[in-house]
């Protein structure tokens, strides 16, 4: 099991930029892969983005690809949103999320560790 922490969100206008951070516990991380998943008022959990145990291969949802950044540090165990071009339909709860599968998808199912998400509010 691995403790994740978000941090980061918060109100910005549209076309702006916003940097999600997430922390995760124990000396394991890189065994994790990681992703970030968005949930807007009244909508089901979606997938943003994904990134390999070892930071070589990332995942994007079309709706944010060339606008949204995952990467992330195994040594600091952070994994990173960089969002730009933000869009109010960007607005959502978004959550950092770890996988120790062995196999590899994007559909939440795929991930059984997650955080407690943090409020991202784009006004246009």
């Known amino acids: 099991q691995v403790q994740l922490v978000e941090s980061g969100g918060g109100l910005v206008q549209a076309g702006g930029s916003l940097r999600l951070s997430c922390a995760a516990s124990g000396r394991t991380f890189s065994r994790y892969r990681m992703a970030w998943f968005r949930q807007a008022s009244g909508k089901e959990r979606e997938f943003v983005a994904a990134i390999s145990r070892n930071g070589a291969a990332t995942y994007y949802a079309d709706s944010v690809k060339g606008r949204f950044t995952i990467s992330r540090d195994n040594a600091k165990n952070i994994v990173d949103l960089q969002m730009n071009s933000l869009k109010p339909e960007d607005t959502a709860v978004y959550y950092c999320?770890?996988?120790?599968?062995?196999?590899?998808?994007?559909?939440?199912?795929?991930?059984?560790?997650w955080g407690q998400g943090t409020q991202v509010t784009v006004s246009s």
């Open positions: 999320a770890a996988s120790s599968f062995v196999a590899v998808g994007n559909h939440e199912r795929m991930f059984d560790n």
